[in-house]
């Protein structure tokens, strides 16, 4: 049923299947299936630079992509901005150095840096094994929230990068 009403509303879906094994009956429990669709997982948005921002309150949480860290490879150096810095859309934040090239991070809008992530200081790794959750670089109290208006969405940002290999 529930498959049916997303692809009617042209949504992406990932059936998934839960279940609890009891090991002493040697029997399944209960069990649970649930879907998540883009849209759930929707609300990051991408600049051309491969920074992505998810914003919750007027903060964003900002990070470099998948195909981002996919094309530097191996992280070895994080340079993250100073907190309470004003930084300007497309304008340097920082700096990621892997063990192909450097790279410089932009802020993918206007605003204050509230926090950086400290444990990219000591595993500056994580960019590449969880860069949209544990490799996020730093949060930014938007400024000028119009900005994010001019930012790609998941789909428009895959096809971009589709074009660019």
């Given at each position: 049923?529930?498959?049916?009403?997303?692809?009617?509303?042209?949504?992406?879906?990932?059936?998934?299947?839960?279940?609890?094994?009891?090991?002493?009956?040697?029997?399944?429990?209960?069990?649970?299936?649930?879907?998540?669709?883009?849209?759930?997982?929707?609300?990051?948005?991408?600049?051309?630079k491969?920074?992505?921002?998810?914003?919750?309150?007027?903060?964003?949480?900002?990070?470099?992509?998948?195909?981002?860290?996919?094309?530097?490879?191996?992280?070895?150096?994080?340079?993250?901005?100073?907190?309470?810095?004003?930084?300007?859309?497309?304008?340097?934040?920082?700096?990621?150095?892997?063990?192909?090239?450097a790279?410089?991070?932009?802020?993918?809008?206007?605003?204050?840096?509230?926090?950086?992530?400290?444990?990219?200081?000591n595993?500056?790794?994580?960019?590449?094994?969880?860069?949209?959750?544990?490799?996020?670089?730093?949060?930014?109290?938007?400024?000028?929230?119009?900005?994010?208006?001019s930012?790609?969405?998941?789909?428009?940002?895959?096809?971009?990068?589709?074009?660019?290999?």
């Open positions: 049923m529930a498959s049916t009403v997303l692809r009617r509303l042209g949504l992406r879906y990932i059936k998934c299947r839960v279940s609890v094994f009891n090991v002493e009956t040697r029997s399944e429990k209960y069990t649970r299936n649930f879907v998540t669709t883009s849209r759930v997982l929707a609300g990051r948005l991408f600049t051309e491969h920074e992505w921002i998810n914003v919750s309150d007027g903060v964003g949480t900002v990070g470099i992509s998948e195909y981002a860290q996919d094309k530097l490879g191996e992280v070895v150096y994080v340079q993250l901005p100073e907190t309470g810095i004003d930084v300007e859309a497309n304008g340097e934040a920082g700096c990621l150095e892997s063990v192909k090239a790279s410089e991070i932009y802020s993918p809008v206007s605003g204050s840096i509230t926090e950086i992530n400290q444990v990219l200081a595993t500056p790794n994580l960019i590449n094994d969880s860069p949209y959750e544990k490799g996020w670089l730093f949060k930014i109290k938007l400024s000028q929230p119009d900005e994010l208006k930012l790609m969405d998941e789909d428009r940002y895959k096809k971009f990068t589709e074009s660019q290999d």
